[in-house]
């Protein structure tokens, strides 16, 4: 199974990215970035996704408090 990508494919995905996706940068503590990898870890998640479903979580509890 050949799993390399082409330059088109490459071009075709920074396209994606440039038009679709915005990075958010994040420092925290190393302490702290610890405990959110071992908390993503036990959730069976990477820490980037444990880090959106935190955020989308309390966006929407704060929309249900709106209401």
Do not use: C, F, H
């Not at 970035?33 to 309390?58: F, H, L, M, P, Q």
Request: glycine letters at 2%; hydrophobic letters at 30%.
């Amino acid at each position: 199974l050949n799993m390399t990508i082409t330059q088109k494919q490459k071009e075709s995905m920074y396209r994606y990215r440039d038009k679709n996706i915005k990075r958010i940068p994040l420092d925290v503590q190393k302490e702290k970035y610890d405990e959110i990898k071992a908390a993503a870890t036990a959730a069976g998640e990477s820490v980037n996704g444990y880090i959106k479903k935190a955020i989308d979580d309390r966006m929407e509890r704060e929309a249900e408090n709106d209401e």
